[in-house]
């Protein structure tokens, strides 16, 4: 062997005693095969082995069999954004004809997608009132074929009652999804509340650092994940393994920071709705909409809830974030750093309420001292009302 040939040859050393708690980083593109005749049949391995790159290597058969064992599944697909899993789940059931039923609370490019994208292929849809519950039942046509729920809401945090409208869904034949990004399977379980998609944005809690994109889509139904992987696999989704060894790095502490950003939260966030005059959304405070089905279907909260601010307070509005010194703002929240972004509805709602023309301000709690964070809030609700 010539040394440019071993400068591509990479010795072979043993691994006979080496152990450790991380997971390896496998980066492929070529996955390279023991014989001619494992090549040639390469395309009827199963979908959990390997056969290119792009359909996965070990380092991503670790978070998919993470992700199934929390959510309580049979499998688990990654994908490279959260938006992703859901564009990915919506064209693996959905055909030119078809129609498909949203939560009018879901993440809102999920609408932007059924409006530019499904519309224009001859998929229609429709949006429904996130307390629907059996309700759902009316909004039913004979071509509907799934169901998206989003559990509490984007913005608004309203819970949906899953468990009526699954029931519903299966006695008709109908797929149902949800986004459940702001509980993650540590605090509830879609699959045993009979949802066939159990999606996430690992961008969020999971990944928890604020500084990667992923999704997750996770089913009790071999069938399903095939449809998934065939979408994927058209559409050469692929998710970097770098990225995927961060989220099994975060996922190791996600139970941690979840329970604590949850507590923290409720915490401050009945303070707000104590002293200042707004309205506050979040699942744990009873006065929240869907506070009972909380508490009947999830295990705890998450650090994430928002405020609806009276309309004389937006004239201060950008002073009062201005000054925040603890919370940065932004959004893409479940990061280790308290954030709060401003939100309008206005325009993403079909049912009325009088909180859809108000300034919405989400805020996600972090891992900073609780005391900080009430002292930042308290400047901040201070300047708002000394209008
Ligand atoms: C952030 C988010 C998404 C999208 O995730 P990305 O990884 O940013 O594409 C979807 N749903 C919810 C509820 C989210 O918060």
Redesign the pocket.
Known sequence: MRDATRTVHHPVVPENEYASLCVPTHRASTIVFSNASAYATRSQRDLDSYSYGMHGTPTQRVLEAQLTALEGGLRTVIVP????A?AVVFLSVLKPGDHVLLAETA?PPVSGFCRNFLEPLGISWSSYAPGIGAGIETQIRPETRLIWM?SPG?TTMEIEDVPAITRIARSRGIRTGI?N??ATPLLFKPLSHGVDFSMQ?L??YPGGHSDI???SVTVNDLKLRKDLRDTMRMLGFHTAPDAIALVLRGIETMAVRIAHSGRVATELASGIAARYPVEVLAPSLPSSPGHDIWKRDFAGASGLFSVVLPPHWQERLDQALDALSVFAIGA?WGGTRSLMAPMSIAGQRATFHPRNDLTILRISIGLEDPDDLREDLDRFFTILAST
């Open positions: 954004s959260g938006q992703a859901i993440y989003e984007s986004d990004t702001w944005a961008t969020k994109l992923m999704g893409s």
